[in-house]
Nanobody, 124 residues
Framework: QVQLVESGGGLVQAGGSLRLSCAAS????????MGWFRQAPGKEREFVTS????????YYADSVKGRFTISRDSAKNTVYLQMNSLKLEDTAVYYC?????????????????WGQGTQVTVSS
């Protein structure tokens, strides 16, 4: 079973950038498709982006398209979320998730494995 740990969250001004990391242990991530989700206070968890096994394909929510980039480094067993041009509405707890299926999916129930989350706060 894979364990996921997110890091890199913090406080940033609107327009700024952050890079989140999702480090895996217990299994190599090269045979997992990965996703990032987020949950703002009082709101449901929402899909942000996903990437397939080899990183050749990715899929983004419209709200982050053109601003966020998902990538993976197999040597480091880590997946990243580069977030640029951050907006106030990007404030949320960000979670990474993994599935053994080689798919691009925005559905949270497709991901059996989840990290504990990292807080991102965007200020004006």
């Amino acid at each position: 079973q894979v364990q996921l740990v997110e890091s890199g969250g913090g406080l940033v001004q609107a327009g700024g950038s952050l890079r989140l990391s999702c480090a895996a242990s217990g299994r190599t991530l090269s045979s997992y498709a990965m996703g990032w989700f987020r949950q703002a206070p009082g709101k449901e968890r929402e899909f942000v982006t996903s990437i397939n096994w080899r990183g050749y394909n990715s899929y983004y929510a419209d709200s982050v398209k053109g601003r966020f980039t998902i990538s993976r480094d197999s040597a480091k067993n880590t997946v990243y979320l580069q977030m640029n041009s951050l907006k106030l509405e990007d404030t949320a707890v960000y979670y990474c998730a993994a599935t053994r299926r080689d798919i691009l999916t925005s559905l949270s129930y497709d991901y059996p494995y989840w990290g504990q989350g990292t807080q991102v706060t965007v200020s004006s």
